[in-house]
Every structure is written in C-alpha cells, then in structure tokens.
C-alpha cells in the first residue's frame, strides 16, 4: 500500500471512491433481466385445464360440451394460431401458414401470447387451454409467466382412429393439415415433442379414452373434471 494509503481518513476515502466507481461500473452495464414475456398478471382465481391428445383425439368436441355445462371459456391455441394468421397485418401469418403445414411447433413466444392475449379479452376465470402446451418448454414458460394449470385433461386416442377421423374432417374442413402427408408429419411430433408433456404432469392428469361415443366420452370427461371441480 502507498504511503498516501497508510492515514486512515484517507484510506477510507479511498475504499469508498473505489466502492463508488465499481459500483457505478455496474450499474452501466447491461441490467441482469430474465428473459420474459412481460404479460400482464390475470386475476388471482384464474384456473386453467390444459387439454391435450393427438390430432383428432376429439378434444374440440369435448371442450364444447364442457362449456355449456361447467362455464369455462375454451380457448384452442391452434384456432387462435389460425385466426393470427388470417389477421391483416399480422407480422406471423406466413410463418404459422408454413409451420402448421409441416405439422411442426409454432414459436411458444407466439402462441403464449396469442393465449393470453385471449384470456384477458374473455376476462373469465375459468379456462380450457385446448392443443396447449404442444411441447414441454410451452408448458414451463406458460406455468411461469401465466399461470399454473390445475389438470391436465388428456384423451387417449389410437392413430388408426385419429387417422380415420382427421381423413374424414379432411373433407370438409378445408385446414391445410389435414392431409395424409401433414397428419403423418403431426403424429410424429405428436409422439416425439407432445407426447412428453403427459409425462411431465403425471401428478395431475387425467387420461379418458376416445374409443367410445361421443356422449360416452363425455361422462368420462366429466367424471375426470369433477376430480379436480368438484360440481355445487
Ligand atoms: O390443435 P390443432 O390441431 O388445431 O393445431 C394445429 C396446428 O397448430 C398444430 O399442428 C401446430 O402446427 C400448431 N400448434 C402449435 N402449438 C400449439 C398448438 C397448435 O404450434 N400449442
Ligand atoms: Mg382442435
């Protein structure tokens, strides 16, 4: 230490200019900040069900029913990419065209958002998350930055059905993926990148076979929403 060092009063200047500057130094630098979505919070007493299952598994048909009798809003994230991609202006049409063509996974930022976007306009609190997460990265940053679900309805479908039943919708629907080479593309992004979400949230799903009628299918469901809302 320098002689000029060795007076106390000095020396405690010194430490606490040399304090300052490094903490000025800091402060300079770029903040640390989590890479968020920065959303809005939603109301405290928000639930969400996310409903998965293959393509065709009948997750539409079954969210319908649902909502006429326990109230919840259904939001599909593939309905909301569709409409995002129809909207004017939309900086994304293109890319979520291709995208679902492919059958791949749209970027989570983008259906997140689209998600939340939708659940503030609804402003219920009770909410069908229907296709969502698609993969399990979607799960994470949605339970992170939204919220947690609270079950996870899953309707177990075996693809010679889902196969049949998209072929069928196929003439009418008038989707760009439903198509032998898209749903080849979709099942198999199913079984690699969906499929792994189930495994994710064992603790709280519920699986219900489709292989049943419709109405069929719909007790089921009911019995397994129950679990979780109990009915007044
Ligand atoms: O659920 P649905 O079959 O309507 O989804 C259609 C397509 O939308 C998917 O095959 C996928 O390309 C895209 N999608 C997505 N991420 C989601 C839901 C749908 O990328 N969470
Ligand atoms: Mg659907």
């Known amino acids: 230490m320098t002689a000029f060092f060795r ?22 630098k770029e903040p640390i900040k989590k890479n968020t979505l920065g959303l809005s919070p939603l109301p405290k007493d928000t639930s969400v069900v996310f409903v998965l299952g293959g393509p ?3 997750k539409g048909t079954q ?12 939001l599909s994230a593939g309905d909301l990419l569709r409409e995002e991609r129809q909207r004017k202006g939309s900086p994304y049409g293109e890319l979520i065209n291709n995208i679902i063509k492919e059958g791949q996974i749209v970027p989570m930022e983008i259906t997140i ?16 998350i229907d296709g969502f997460p698609r993969a399990i990265d979607q799960g994470e940053k949605f339970e992170d ?34 198509n032998i080479e898209s749903i080849i593309k979709r099942f198999k992004v199913f079984k690699e990148t969906s499929y792994p979400v189930i495994e994710l949230y064992k603790d709280k799903v519920e ?16 019995r397994a929403l129950e679990k979780h809302f109990p009915s007044k």
């Open 145 to 178: 930055e939204v919220v947690k679900s609270k079950m996870v309805l899953y309707f177990e479908c075996p693809e010679e059905e889902m196969l049949k039943r998209l072929t069928k919708r196929g003439e009418t629907s008038g989707r760009v993926d439903d």
């Open 7 to 28: 007076k106390p009063a000095v020396l405690a200047a010194g430490l606490g200019a040399i304090g300052l500057a490094a903490a000025s130094q800091l402060y300079q």
């Open 207 to 222: 699986k219900v076979s489709c292989m049943n009628t419709v109405d069929g299918v719909y007790n089921d469901t009911k």
């Open 113 to 128: 958002s689209l998600l939340h976007a939708a659940m503030k306009a609804n402003g219920g609190t009770r909410f069908l």
């Open 63 to 74: 969210c319908a029913n649902i909502v006429k009798d326990y109230g919840f809003v259904h």
């Open 56 to 58: 065709g598994a009948g």
